[in-house]
């Protein structure tokens, strides 16, 4: 929680700097368009789409709620420091940032995909590592590939990478790559296939402490409506 404490910067009032505006960090993309029926079932509709607006600071339909895009990666950063009252991040993001300095409290179910451990086709995953042999991997996702190898006690390099995992085991930077899979065409589309499955993943709500303390009045009947609509979509998807 320290960052939420030591580092605090004056909340944001984006449309009426006399009403305390509740903002919600998102994400452009599938983040945005996940959570937008679920925020609707909340009564808050953003008034601009951030696909055709340069805007970062959007007002929705609740006058003293207002959306702020930021990058996916950044969302839990924004929170921490209690420059956002909430926001939606993926549990990957979330377990690169760590988690410090925010509340998890609800599952939106949305974005959702798995982690994954992924080769060229052909290549002998279990032998190697059977072997003991020196493995590189490559990932955005250092700190679970981290976890995930240690757990099985591997040793193995990591290499850092900020997107395109899919191309590192085609020109030989790494053997293996951690990276998301959903339709698993991506994987397919480059000659890669799964051989290790890591974790599902979908997108959380996330709340500062200072916000659940200082906001709890409008937070609270929020996080309800939002845990409702999960209820709903659920019963739709099924
Ligand atoms: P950044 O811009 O910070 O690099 P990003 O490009 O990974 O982030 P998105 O592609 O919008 O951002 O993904 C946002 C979240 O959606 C991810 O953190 C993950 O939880 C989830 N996600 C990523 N890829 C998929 C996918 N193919 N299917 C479903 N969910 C996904
Ligand atoms: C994610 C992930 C994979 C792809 C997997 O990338 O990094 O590349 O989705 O999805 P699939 O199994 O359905 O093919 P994304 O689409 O977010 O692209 P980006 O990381 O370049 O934004």
Redesign the pocket.
Known sequence: MEGATSGRITPLHCTNPTVSTLTLALSK??IFDETLPLLAAAGIVPLEDPETSRKLILATSMPDVAVVIVRASDVPTYVQYGAADLGVAGKDVLLEHGGTGLYQPLDLEIAR?RMAVATKRGFDWAGTVQRGARIRVAT?YVATAREHFAAKGMHVDLIKLY????LAPLCGLADAIV???????????NDLVVVEDIMPISSRLIVSPAALKLKRDRVQPLLEALGRAVVAQRGRKS
């Open positions: 993309g599938r995909c955005k997107g395109s995992m899919e990276d998301l899979v959903s339709t698993g065409n991506t994987l397919k589309a």
